[in-house]
């Protein structure tokens, strides 16, 4: 059963190759990266070789840019299965409140 899943970081080389790989089983992705141009990148891959992706840009410390990020990953593809988070850093100002997950 095909499962829509979200990859924080997805631009990088990791959770890019992890997005690819989870688009080959028959999954959604939304490939999500603080850089729109790299998260297009990985969803126009993924597009190419049969997959179904968006690219969207969200920066991981700042809510109001994931709560913008998941309202465009629903529209596209429905309720989230799964969330990777794959954005790097340790950051003290970073979110502990990710609406993906409520």
């Known amino acids: 059963m095909s499962k829509t899943i979200v990859l924080t970081g997805a631009g990088g080389v990791l959770c890019s190759t992890l997005a690819e790989a989870l688009a080959k089983e028959g999954n959604k992705i939304a490939v999500l990266d603080l850089r729109k141009e790299a998260a297009d990148k990985v969803a ?5 070789n049969g997959g179904k992706a968006i690219g969207v840009a969200a920066n991981v410390l700042e809510k109001d840019s994931l709560e913008k ?8 593809f429905g309720k989230v ?3 990777v988070n794959g954005a790097g850093g340790n950051h003290p100002l970073g979110t502990t409140s990710n609406p993906f997950l409520e």
């Open 81 to 83: 299965d799964i969330l």
């Open 44 to 48: 126009d891959k993924i597009n190419a």
């Open 69 to 76: 990020a998941k309202k465009e990953v629903n529209g596209a």
